[in-house]
């Protein structure tokens, strides 16, 4: 909304935005981030959800009226905003210690020590680019800061990330500020965060671990390449805790999973790369933002026929209100993403089930009543009338939905097989399946090539001498 206000305001047109008192420092903090930093809000007490018709009456009345007249015939007051300093501005000078401690105080860091990023190694990191560094890849939202190739490399220093990983942050960086994401939903109330997966030669390249522990911490490319993105979310989008980043509880970065594409390749099936169009033996990264995940062990069978019980009723027991971006807020935009261990997805093959086959038979089966579905979206999503049958008939959902009025009748997670997001990895041994719950259109899957520099094996050599 306070999009809209800015709009109205630049326009002439006076606005006041109704905010939870609890957002308060996420309106002031956006406001500064869209230009506009006395953008006129009205508090509202406490949480509407939590307070009777007739305590949410009073408290409109007594205090979130007067505000909202008061900004409309009083100009806003003028703020000044707090000049930053240039892209390559010595920000500070001293030892490790000093450094780090300068960056704590500033919300520059995570809390862990970050490495300086002097001149020299973020320099290092943009001779593994042919691209300038002064070029931007987008505006990010919610602070509308430039995404430089220069600010990409400052960012891998401060996370650890060696010289030769820049083209992979420069691809991540571009489906960051690809819009079909929203990265400006990146601290919202779930604290959904990001999942990473790599495909290409540059995984064996760059010795990403891509077999047992492949979403633990301790392999230096996973590793520093996850962290940072949460840096970069927070240094150049603008992320903070308490301020733009109002997840309830939130959860850390996590490792850049990247895909055993020696099995894939085994068992004929494609990798994940290939589910958005790009061939397979492209490099190429893949983002998308989950709400919390799953391990499921000990998944048994010696068919797949045997093993998708397991599978699909993990999977169903995974989505509770996420399922409003099936039918409600981002109409046809949940995209499950599994993890399968190699042997799982070995004995899935063996069976002679392609990879279209398990997403069609996870469509199939993965579902559940109708009755059940709709109570979830009107209990858990606030929605008090909600009908399949009037949604399919006013022509806003598949047919799938509504294949009679049978309030039993099993309804698919999302709309179509190909929704289903499938990657392998993980130990080679270990009869395990990994399920993400979606964000939806607030995270929604993007992915991108990753570009290496024309002399990128002689770089590498250069390094590795």
């Given at each position: 909304?306070?999009?809209?206000?800015?709009?109205?305001?630049?326009?002439?047109?006076?606005?006041?935005?109704?905010?939870?008192?609890?957002?308060?420092?996420?309106?002031?903090?956006?406001?500064?981030?869209?230009?506009?930093?006395?953008?006129?809000?009205?508090?509202?007490i406490g949480h509407p959800g939590l307070q009777?018709?007739?305590?949410?009456?009073?408290?409109?009345?007594?205090?979130?009226?007067?505000?909202?007249?008061?900004?409309?015939?009083?100009?806003?007051?003028?703020?000044?905003?707090?000049?930053?300093?240039?892209?390559?501005?010595?920000?500070?000078?001293?030892?490790?210690?000093?450094?780090?401690?300068?960056?704590?105080?500033?919300?520059?860091?995570?809390?862990?020590?970050?490495?300086?990023?002097?001149?020299?190694?973020?320099?290092?990191?943009?001779?593994?680019?042919?691209?300038?560094?002064?070029?931007?890849?987008?505006?990010?939202?919610?602070?509308?800061?430039?995404?430089?190739?220069?600010?990409?490399?400052?960012?891998?220093?401060?996370?650890?990330?060696?010289?030769?990983?820049?083209?992979?942050?420069?691809?991540?960086?571009?489906?960051?500020?690809?819009?079909?994401?929203?990265?400006?939903?990146?601290?919202?109330?779930?604290?959904?965060?990001?999942?990473?997966?790599?495909?290409?030669?540059?995984?064996?390249?760059?010795?990403?671990?891509?077999?047992?522990?492949?979403?633990?911490?301790?392999?230096?490319?996973?590793?520093?390449?996850?962290?940072?993105?949460?840096?970069?979310?927070?240094?150049?989008?603008?992320?903070?805790?308490?301020?733009?980043?109002k997840a309830t509880f939130g959860n850390t970065?996590?490792?850049?999973?990247?895909?055993?594409?020696?099995?894939?390749?085994?068992?004929?099936?494609?990798?994940?790369?290939?589910?958005?169009?790009?061939?397979?033996?492209?490099?190429?990264?893949?983002?998308?933002?989950?709400?919390?995940?799953?391990?499921?062990?000990?998944?048994?069978?010696?068919?797949?026929?045997?093993?998708?019980?397991?599978?699909?009723?993990?999977?169903?027991?995974?989505?509770?209100?996420?399922?409003?971006?099936?039918?409600?807020?981002?109409?046809?935009t949940l995209r499950p993403q599994l993890l399968?261990?190699?042997?799982?997805?070995?004995?899935?093959?063996?069976?002679?089930?392609?990879?279209?086959?398990?997403?069609?038979?996870?469509?199939?089966?993965?579902?559940?009543?109708?009755?059940?579905?709709?109570?979830?979206?009107?209990?858990?999503?606030?929605?008090?009338?909600?009908?399949?049958?009037?949604?399919?008939?006013?022509?806003?959902?598949?047919?799938?939905?509504?294949?009679?009025?049978?309030?039993?009748?099993?309804?698919?997670?999302?709309?179509?097989?190909?929704?289903?997001?499938?990657?392998?990895?993980?130990?080679?041994?270990?009869?395990?399946?990994?399920?993400?719950?979606?964000?939806?259109?607030?995270?929604?899957?993007?992915?991108?090539?990753?570009?290496?520099?024309?002399?990128?094996?002689?770089?590498?050599?250069?390094?590795?001498?």
């Amino acid at each position: 909304m306070l999009r809209a206000s800015a709009a109205g305001e630049a326009a002439g047109v006076p606005s006041s935005t109704l905010v939870c008192e609890g957002f308060l420092p996420l309106a002031t903090a956006a406001s500064v981030g869209l230009g506009m930093p006395n953008l006129p809000v009205a508090r509202v007490i406490g949480h509407p959800g939590l307070q009777s018709s007739e305590q949410l009456r009073k408290n409109t009345l007594e205090v979130t009226l007067q505000h909202v007249i008061d900004n409309l015939l009083e100009a806003p007051r003028a703020v000044k905003g707090d000049a930053e300093p240039g892209p390559r501005d010595v920000i500070v000078k001293g030892g490790f210690d000093a450094v780090n401690e300068y960056f704590c105080q500033h919300e520059l860091s995570d809390g862990l020590p970050i490495v300086p990023p002097t001149r020299e190694k973020v320099e290092a990191l943009l001779r593994f680019t042919d691209r300038d560094p002064g070029e931007s890849l987008g505006s990010l939202l919610p602070d509308s800061r430039a995404a430089t190739l220069w600010s990409i490399a400052v960012n891998g220093v401060m996370a650890g990330c060696r010289p030769e990983y820049m083209p992979v942050l420069v691809a991540l960086i571009e489906a960051m500020a690809d819009h079909a994401y929203g990265v400006e939903h990146s601290g919202n109330t779930p604290g959904g965060e990001t999942l990473i997966v790599l495909n290409g030669p540059i995984i064996k390249e760059l010795g990403f671990n891509y077999t047992q522990g492949v979403m633990r911490d301790g392999f230096v490319p996973n590793t520093s390449v996850g962290r940072f993105w949460r840096l970069y979310l927070r240094n150049v989008a603008g992320f903070l805790p308490h301020k733009n980043d109002k997840a309830t509880f939130g959860n850390t970065w996590r490792v850049v999973v990247a895909e055993n594409e020696d099995v894939v390749k085994k068992i004929g099936w494609t990798p994940t790369s290939a589910d958005f169009g790009f061939p397979a033996g492209e490099n190429t990264v893949m983002i998308s933002r989950h709400t919390g995940g799953n391990h499921i062990s000990s998944v048994s069978g010696a068919t797949a026929a045997e093993l998708m019980p397991y599978v699909c009723d993990a999977l169903v027991r995974q989505y509770s209100w996420q399922l409003m971006f099936t039918v409600g807020q981002g109409m046809g935009t949940l995209r499950p993403q599994l993890l399968l261990s190699p042997i799982i997805a070995e004995t899935i093959a063996a069976s002679g089930w392609s990879k279209a086959d398990l997403r069609r038979h996870l469509f199939e089966h993965a579902r559940l009543p109708a009755r059940e579905f709709e109570r979830i979206l009107r209990d858990w999503t606030q929605k008090p009338i909600w009908s399949l049958k009037e949604e399919h008939e006013a022509g806003r959902i598949p047919g799938v939905f509504h294949a009679s009025d049978d309030p039993e009748r099993l309804v698919p997670l999302v709309w179509k097989p190909e929704d289903f997001l499938v990657t392998v990895t993980g130990d080679l041994t270990r009869n395990s399946v990994y399920i993400f719950a979606h964000n939806g259109v607030l995270g929604f899957p993007v992915a991108k090539r990753i570009q290496l520099p024309k002399d990128w094996q002689k770089l590498r050599q250069k390094r590795e001498s």
